[in-house]
């Protein structure tokens, strides 16, 4: 398999294997362990990612992985997979929706494939830079040409105040329509989909971010850090329908 197409199917894959593990462990009373950070981790992150990691090593034995959970595997391959096996761990084990399984595939570092899987929901986003499609389905980010008719979302307004200028951000939520923390993958889910506008993350691990940026330029968005720069550069995030952006990043920056 070298074909991009092969890739997805395979992408597709894993999401679903992984998918069965962690809907297993939906609702359910599992153990909430705490990592070096103090975030949270469960034995359904856990084993979500040994599966698919044992997938990869078995299908592309020449390929990468970079996963949260278990790190670093052939590093210095032309093709890596990054891995989150639930990014939105809190509102996974606090029962919430919002969360979904990162997966990306990066040649030379660079990502050319992205899925955010739901599977509670049974929704699989998938993009290459060119396309993204939800359940099969072609998806775009929708027309917005003025803050004040757009929704804004963050994952975590603590994390704003803690690094970056929150004054700046709370001006940017004065001037939006609707300001709300509907975070973690799924804010850019619903950006991709056209049912926001805006997603804002002041602190991002490479985990976190490189299955977005195939999902949202493939929806028609535009990707970002934080000061508008490109999005594989530093560790943050911001993505938008587009045509919006350019003020976002001046609200936020100057």
């Known amino acids: 398999m070298s074909d991009l197409s ?3 199917l ?3 894959h894993l999401a679903e294997l992984s998918g069965t593990v962690i809907a297993s462990y939906f609702r359910s009373n599992i153990q909430i362990d705490s990592k070096s950070d103090n975030s949270p981790v469960t034995i359904a992150d856990k084993s979500a990612e040994e599966l698919m990691r044992l997938e990869i090593m ?3 034995p020449q390929h990468g992985i970079i996963g949260e959970e278990f790190g670093t595997y052939n590093d210095s391959a032309e093709y890596k997979w990054i891995l989150d096996p639930i990014d939105g761990t809190k509102s996974f084990i606090c029962g919430a929706v919002t969360f979904g399984t990162l997966i990306a595939l990066v040649k030379n570092d660079k990502p050319i494939l992205g ?4 599977p509670v929901l049974n929704e699989f986003l998938i993009g290459d830079n060119y396309s993204s499609e939800l359940n099969g389905q072609k998806v775009h980010v929708r027309n917005c040409d003025s ?3 757009a929704v804004l979302l963050t994952t975590d307004h603590l994390d704003i105040k803690k690094y970056q200028d929150i004054n700046k951000f709370d001006k940017l939520t004065g001037k939006v329509k609707l300001y709300r923390n509907w975070g973690d993958c799924f804010g850019y889910y619903l950006v ?3 049912f926001a506008d805006i997603m804002v993350d002041p602190i991002m691990n490479l ?3 490189m299955a977005l940026i195939p999902i949202i330029n493939g929806a028609g ?3 970002t850090n934080y000061y508008g720069g490109d999005p594989l550069i530093g560790t943050s995030i911001i993505a938008t329908g587009g045509s919006i952006h350019k003020e976002v990043i001046n609200t936020l920056n100057l």
């Open 10 to 12: 395979f992408a597709k």
């Open 115 to 118: 899925v955010i899987n739901q």
């Open 6 to 8: 092969d890739f997805k």
């Open 221 to 223: 968005g535009t990707i």
């Open 58 to 60: 078995n299908e592309f």
């Open 192 to 194: 991709a989909t056209g």
């Open 147 to 149: 803050l004040s008719e």
């Open 207 to 209: 985990w976190d971010k």
